[in-house]
């Protein structure tokens, strides 16, 4: 929690200082008013007081009041301007951090938990600065004041006094013992019960067509169960809190009216007026120690799921991003569209196996290089590492004859128009999915949008659509097909007019005749363009510069069509299997 506290802006540091001098005069405020509330007592039983005195004693009792009241507006006001704005930049910390997570750090935190530490432990951590404010200063200061103001009144009284807060720091003692292993498992249940939901939205279709609308709902109600049981033990808890304070309170008032009217008894008549009037005193600061003791209660009940959101949250701000960026290069024209690997090996964070081992290859400026394998041989993780999603585990991966770990992330990716193996839209229209992103190249024109759609086969359904190129796309694109979707995506990367394309398996939802007239469509009007191709086809990618075949993270075969059906058993028994080998003679 301190951690966090530290990213207080020095403007919310001096705003919490003012609001503590208002929080000192509000207790000030507020211990003044027994003292003229015994004045009042005493002059209503001296014969021969003037009302004016007793005007006067309640004027002042009032001013202090007001003062009080303003004094509790103003220090709320600052308490919530300051966890507002901590809260927005958190938030604000929090989403760039995990913007700058490449791939291996957000496997280390699951996207529902993601979200849950961007909301939910925000709102935690913002709740507990706003109260801590206004309670955590405030209940210090007006126990500590009381205490000092009731010391020496009378030990019987002071006895009482002492008693009741043992009481009370018990009962504190006994709830915070049973709460905290809760709250703290209240945020873990919380992603879980987040993770559940966003799959089976996500995957409804799924769901319903296998008929597992029942396991959902078990594995639903499980995760909800054990929340609403944790909640449930927790708010019970939290809500002995009230009867024993209330207890407590009536037994302490109750016992210093006993032992004042046994003193009051045993005085002189000299001295009973006195007493009478310090026992209404004694009674109002008891209740204000009382109080202040079960402000900080609320405080120690709150403070633990808080802290727990806190470290959740400080977990992902101090995790270390792997990908940096390297110092920025200038690249030289004559390699302008070159990649090359150079003996290059990788493995996932935290992982002993590599799953690519010793994979080196050129692919030069205008060149079309597939890649083809078995299912997990690696491909769509080979060319992962372009962009730096990953960063090699070991050797080099160059781009315009440069280690892409010296570009720095915007200059190399504005050089690259990925299509990944699931596509993505977001919400929005047509025109704004694809013209999305920063190619550094400054704004699309309508006319490079439409001309990128054509170019990806999409002007047919794109202008049959309601509005055209201005249709609403909804999240995730749900509202267009997968092929539709897919095609989108292409029309997005075409746009970027990047030097190099990397289709990771995205013609797999096209029929063979829009994959034929696309990549048709792709070769003539980006000739110059290198073209890394994923795809499972053999029809893809027969018309290849060059194919790079892999099996099991090693690279068994490099080079055309024609030249791997004679060298490369293993692209042949690929080739076989989607085709005779009539079909792969004739074509």
Same mark, same amino acid.
């Given at each position: ?225 054990? %929340? ?9 808890? @939290? &809500?002995?809190? +009230?009867?024993? !304070?209330?207890? /407590? *309170? ?29 026992? %209404? ?9 009382? @109080? &202040?003791?079960? +402000?900080?209660? !609320?405080?120690? /009940? *709150? ?285």
């Amino acid at each position: 929690m301190l951690k966090l506290l530290r990213r207080l802006s020095p403007r919310e540091w001096l705003m919490a200082a003012v609001s503590t001098v208002f929080i000192v005069l509000q207790v000030f405020l507020d211990l003044r008013l027994p003292d003229y509330m015994r004045d009042i007592t005493t002059l209503l039983q001296t014969p021969g007081s003037e009302m004016s005195d007793i005007l006067v004693a309640g004027g002042k009792m009032l001013a202090c009041t007001l003062g009080s009241f303003a004094s509790s507006i103003l220090v709320g006001y600052l308490a919530a301007k300051i966890a507002a704005g901590f809260s927005r930049r958190l938030r604000q910390s929090v989403f760039d951090k995990v913007s700058s997570f490449s791939l291996g750090e957000i496997n280390l935190f699951s996207t529902p938990s993601l979200i849950t530490r961007s909301t939910n432990d925000i709102t935690q951590v913002q709740l507990i600065i706003a109260l801590g404010l206004q309670i955590m200063i405030k209940a210090p200061i007006l126990a500590v004041w009381a205490i000092f103001k009731i010391a020496g009144k009378s030990w019987q009284w002071t006895t009482a006094t002492g008693v009741a807060l043992v009481f009370l720091l018990i009962m504190v003692s006994i709830i915070i013992l049973l709460a905290l292993p809760r709250f703290r498992k209240i945020q873990t249940l919380t992603d879980s019960l987040n993770r559940i939901s966003r799959e089976n939205l996500t995957g409804l279709r799924v769901v319903r067509a296998y008929n597992a609308e029942a396991y959902q709902q078990k594995k639903f109600s499980v995760a909800n169960l054990n %929340l609403t049981n944790n909640n449930l033990f927790t708010t019970r808890i @939290m &809500a002995i809190i +009230m009867p024993c !304070m209330t207890i /407590i *309170m009536n037994g302490l008032t109750l016992s210093v009216y006993w032992i004042g009217a046994a003193l009051i008894d045993a005085a002189s008549m000299t001295d009973k007026i006195g007493l009478f009037s310090n026992m %209404l005193v004694f009674t109002s600061y008891a209740m204000q120690v009382v @109080m &202040a003791f079960m +402000m900080l209660t !609320m405080i120690f /009940i *709150m403070f633990p799921r808080a802290s727990v959101s806190a470290k959740r949250i400080g977990e992902v701000l101090s995790t270390d991003v792997k990908v940096k960026d390297g110092s920025g290069v200038t690249v030289p024209q004559s390699l302008v569209g070159q990649v090359e690997f150079k003996n290059v090996c990788f493995k996932y964070p935290q992982a002993e196996d590599y799953v690519i081992r010793n994979v080196s290859f050129t692919a030069n400026k205008g060149e079309t290089v597939a890649f083809i394998g078995s299912t997990g041989c690696g491909k769509s993780t080979l060319i992962n590492l372009i962009p730096r999603f990953y960063d090699a585990t070991e050797g080099e991966v160059l781009v315009d004859g440069i280690d892409v770990r010296q570009y720095t992330q915007k200059q190399l990716r504005s050089k690259l128009g990925y299509i990944p193996q699931r596509s993505v839209l977001f919400t929005g229209t047509v025109s704004e999915n694809v013209a999305f992103g920063d190619s550094g190249k400054g704004e699309y024109s309508p006319e490079a949008i439409k001309n990128a759609i054509r170019i990806a086969q999409s002007t047919d359904f794109v202008e049959q659509m309601s509005e055209g190129y201005d249709s609403p796309i909804s999240q995730g694109g749900t509202n267009v097909s997968g092929g539709q979707k897919q095609r989108l995506c292409i029309a997005r990367a075409v746009c970027r007019d990047p030097e190099i394309f990397i289709f990771d398996d995205s013609f797999s939802a096209l029929d063979y005749k829009t994959d034929r007239n696309l990549r048709t469509a792709l070769s003539h009007e980006l000739a110059g363009t290198t073209c890394l191709i994923v795809a499972q086809r053999i029809g893809t990618i027969r018309d290849a510069d060059k194919i790079v075949v892999l099996e099991q993270g090693e690279v068994v075969g490099i080079g055309t069509h024609r030249e791997l059906m004679k060298s490369c058993e293993v692209y042949r028994e690929i080739a076989l299997s989607q085709l005779s080998e009539e079909e792969l003679i004739n074509e």
